[in-house]
């Protein structure tokens, strides 16, 4: 009765969009200033504007960066269902969007850090989406996914999943919570398919007390650094980039994403 009384709730607070069920390859219209104009399946324009990124030559952060105000566990602090919104309705159709353009069928997805939704608005014939998050009556309720498993990713990042089995893994609002984030993205890397992608979202907002202290302390434009770095220094990643995307009519979403290389 819990299960269906989150997916009624759910149901109730997000809006449910049409899509046309075939893969359709984003057309990217070059502007000025770097940004991009999105032309998606649904005919609204998504303004994503891209972010220079540089390395730095060794890794730039401290065990002290990974601490966290509440370093109580997070199975406790996870232990009761949360309906808790990290998106608003216009950033949840547009991150829906976003990821509209890495879908197709027969694909093999694993939603990392899921919740009671994944983002996913079309099912593809034959796609398989695996979610692996803390609540498991949460996971019951996310009509996105096939399968799942409750996994603390910060304790056990050592993943089931075979090297090479996964299409696309997505990670909506939850980077910001990793005290491992190497040990997370190499084991990502290696789950992941040569050639596939590995998609970080997120928005202003986070339970800030469970977000590590380096993502507290800095803005925006910082945050999408430090999980470019992630991605770098974890290796096997290529075409890292970053990118604020909007429609002009909400607060930005912020998405960071890698491919993994097809040479080892």
């Known amino acids: 009765m819990l299960v269906k009384f989150l997916t009624a ?5 997000n809006t449910s969009i049409s899509h046309t069920p075939q893969r359709v390859r984003s057309k990217t219209q070059q502007l000025k200033h770097n940004v991009s104009i999105v032309r998606l399946p649904s005919y609204v324009e998504i303004q994503a504007k891209t972010q220079k990124l540089s390395f730095p030559e060794s890794w730039p952060y401290t065990e002290a960066d990974f601490s966290r105000e509440n370093e109580e566990p997070d199975e406790y602090f996870y232990v009761s269902p949360n309906l808790f919104r990290t998106l608003s309705p216009e950033a949840t159709d547009l991150l829906e969007k976003y990821y509209q353009s890495y879908l197709y069928p027969n694909q093999r997805i694993l939603d990392f850090m899921s919740s009671v ?3 996913i608005s079309v099912r593809h014939p034959k796609t398989k989406v695996h979610g692996l998050g803390m609540n498991d009556l949460e996971l019951q309720a996310n009509a996105s996914l096939t399968s799942w498993e409750v996994r603390d990713v910060n304790e056990h990042p050592k993943l089931k999943q075979a090297s090479n089995s996964m299409d696309l893994v997505l990670c909506t609002s939850g980077v910001a919570y990793l005290t491992d984030p190497m040990a997370v993205f190499r084991e990502i890397q290696r789950v992941l398919r040569p050639g596939g992608y590995f998609i970080c979202a997120f928005s202003e907002m986070c339970f ?3 977000a590590i202290k380096k993502w507290n302390e800095t803005n925006n434009e910082g945050r999408m650094e430090l ?3 992630y991605f770098h220094f974890a290796g096997g990643f290529e075409e890292i980039k970053a990118l604020v995307i909007s429609t002009g009519g909400c607060f930005p979403l912020f998405v960071v994403q890698g491919r993994k290389s ?3």
């Open 9 to 13: 709730i759910m149901g109730n607070l």
């Open 117 to 119: 939704r994944s983002f």
């Open 208 to 210: 800030s007390e469970k």
């Open 227 to 229: 999980v470019a770095n």
């Open 262 to 264: 097809e040479v080892p």
